[in-house]
Nanobody, 123 residues
């Protein structure tokens, strides 16, 4: 099993920035497509960003394009999500996930999930 642990969440004012990190263990993280999803209270968990396997390609939800950047450090087995120009609607629990198959933009493609980290953006 692959274990994923998110960190870096917190409270930030609108327009501010946060950097989330996901630490992977129990497998070779560079072999996995790594995604970030988020879930607001009472809402479904939705796709945010994905980086394909060794880091050749990235894709973002329309809601975060131009503001968020996903990256990975294969040597450290970590994947980060740099979040800039944060908006109140970005408030959610953010989850890191890993998969070996698929484009990685849909929840059902992922087998491994972290516990989530809370991001709260105040207005």
């Amino acid at each position: 099993q692959v274990q994923l642990v998110e960190s870096g969440g917190g409270l930030v004012q609108a327009g501010g920035s946060l950097r989330l990190s996901c630490a992977a263990s129990g497998g070779t993280s560079s072999s996995y497509t790594m995604g970030w999803f988020r879930q607001a209270p009472g809402k479904e968990r939705v796709f945010v960003a994905v980086i394909i396997r060794s880091g050749g390609s990235t894709f973002y939800a329309d809601s975060v394009k131009g503001r968020f950047t996903i990256s990975r450090d294969n040597a450290k087995n970590t994947v980060d999500l740099q979040m800039n120009s944060l908006k109140p609607e970005d408030t959610a629990v953010y989850y890191c996930a890993a998969t070996l198959a698929g484009l990685g933009t849909r929840r059902y493609e992922y087998k491994y999930w972290g516990q989530g980290t809370q991001v709260t953006v105040s207005s």
